[in-house]
Protein backbone atom coordinates (compact mmCIF):
# COMPACT_ATOMS: atom_id res chain seq x y z
CA UNK A 1 0.00 0.00 0.00
CA UNK A 2 1.15 3.12 -1.47
CA UNK A 3 1.51 5.90 1.82
CA UNK A 4 3.03 9.00 2.49
CA UNK A 5 2.55 10.24 6.22
CA UNK A 6 3.52 13.89 7.50
CA UNK A 7 4.84 14.54 10.71
CA UNK A 8 6.97 17.69 12.42
CA UNK A 9 4.65 20.74 12.02
CA UNK A 10 3.32 22.96 15.02
CA UNK A 11 3.09 26.25 15.88
CA UNK A 12 6.45 28.35 16.18
CA UNK A 13 7.18 32.27 15.79
CA UNK A 14 8.63 34.73 13.24
CA UNK A 15 12.16 33.71 12.71
CA UNK A 16 11.78 30.20 14.44
CA UNK A 17 12.22 26.91 12.71
CA UNK A 18 10.35 23.60 12.23
CA UNK A 19 11.54 19.88 10.32
CA UNK A 20 9.18 18.38 8.88
CA UNK A 21 9.29 14.76 8.00
CA UNK A 22 8.20 12.26 5.21
CA UNK A 23 7.77 8.69 5.79
CA UNK A 24 7.22 7.07 2.25
CA UNK A 25 5.94 3.28 2.10
CA UNK A 26 4.96 1.23 -0.60
CA UNK A 27 6.95 2.97 -3.71
CA UNK A 28 10.87 2.52 -4.82
CA UNK A 29 11.45 5.60 -2.73
CA UNK A 30 15.19 6.09 -3.93
CA UNK A 31 13.80 5.89 -7.85
CA UNK A 32 11.48 8.67 -6.82
CA UNK A 33 12.26 12.46 -6.90
CA UNK A 34 10.02 13.88 -4.21
CA UNK A 35 8.45 17.19 -3.36
CA UNK A 36 7.13 19.09 -0.60
CA UNK A 37 4.04 21.33 -1.16
CA UNK A 38 1.92 23.69 1.25
CA UNK A 39 -1.60 25.03 1.07
CA UNK A 40 -2.61 28.18 2.88
CA UNK A 41 -5.95 29.28 3.96
CA UNK A 42 -8.23 30.43 1.18
CA UNK A 43 -4.93 29.36 -1.38
CA UNK A 44 -4.56 26.91 -3.47
CA UNK A 45 -1.61 23.73 -2.76
CA UNK A 46 1.58 25.36 -3.86
CA UNK A 47 4.90 23.79 -4.87
CA UNK A 48 7.55 24.61 -2.55
CA UNK A 49 10.85 22.67 -3.03
CA UNK A 50 11.86 19.67 -4.84
CA UNK A 51 14.93 16.77 -4.79
CA UNK A 52 15.28 14.24 -7.27
CA UNK A 53 16.40 10.56 -7.04
CA UNK A 54 20.32 11.75 -7.54
CA UNK A 55 19.79 14.71 -4.87
CA UNK A 56 19.67 17.64 -6.62
CA UNK A 57 16.83 20.35 -4.75
CA UNK A 58 15.17 22.89 -5.78
CA UNK A 59 13.00 25.56 -4.36
CA UNK A 60 10.19 28.25 -4.61
CA UNK A 61 11.64 31.69 -4.60
CA UNK A 62 9.98 32.84 -1.45
CA UNK A 63 11.44 29.75 0.33
CA UNK A 64 14.71 29.93 -0.93
CA UNK A 65 18.19 30.42 1.52
CA UNK A 66 15.22 29.67 4.20
CA UNK A 67 14.19 25.86 3.50
CA UNK A 68 16.20 22.95 2.95
CA UNK A 69 15.25 19.68 1.12
CA UNK A 70 16.82 16.34 1.45
CA UNK A 71 16.16 12.79 1.86
CA UNK A 72 17.40 9.43 3.60
CA UNK A 73 17.13 6.55 0.77
CA UNK A 74 17.99 3.99 3.54
CA UNK A 75 14.88 4.87 5.79
CA UNK A 76 12.52 5.85 2.63
CA UNK A 77 12.32 9.64 4.40
CA UNK A 78 12.33 13.09 2.75
CA UNK A 79 12.36 16.38 5.09
CA UNK A 80 12.18 19.47 4.66
CA UNK A 81 14.61 21.78 7.50
CA UNK A 82 12.55 25.30 7.54
CA UNK A 83 14.48 28.49 9.37
CA UNK A 84 13.65 31.90 9.63
CA UNK A 85 10.06 31.23 9.65
CA UNK A 86 7.34 34.28 8.66
CA UNK A 87 3.64 34.34 9.41
CA UNK A 88 3.29 33.82 5.47
CA UNK A 89 4.42 30.53 5.57
CA UNK A 90 1.67 29.23 7.90
CA UNK A 91 -0.13 26.46 6.11
CA UNK A 92 -0.35 22.79 5.57
CA UNK A 93 2.20 21.08 4.38
CA UNK A 94 2.36 17.97 1.94
CA UNK A 95 4.69 15.56 0.49
CA UNK A 96 4.45 14.07 -2.29
CA UNK A 97 5.84 11.25 -5.11
CA UNK A 98 4.66 11.37 -8.69
CA UNK A 99 1.24 9.33 -9.13
CA UNK A 100 1.17 8.81 -5.55
CA UNK A 101 -2.17 9.53 -3.46
CA UNK A 102 -1.90 12.65 -0.93
CA UNK A 103 -1.16 12.27 2.67
CA UNK A 104 -2.90 14.24 5.17
CA UNK A 105 -0.09 17.00 5.47
CA UNK A 106 1.30 18.38 8.88
CA UNK A 107 -0.07 21.74 9.66
CA UNK A 108 2.83 25.02 10.35
CA UNK A 109 1.62 27.94 11.93
CA UNK A 110 4.01 30.63 12.38
CA UNK A 111 2.49 33.16 14.88
CA UNK A 112 3.87 37.29 14.32
Known amino acids: QVQLVESGGGLVQSGGSLRLSCAVS????????MYWYRQAPGKQREWTAS???????TYADSVKGRFIIFRDNVKNMVSLQMNNLKPENTAVYYC??????WGQGTQVTVSS
Open 96 to 101: NAPDVP
Open 51 to 57: ITSSGLT
Open 26 to 33: GIMFRAYA
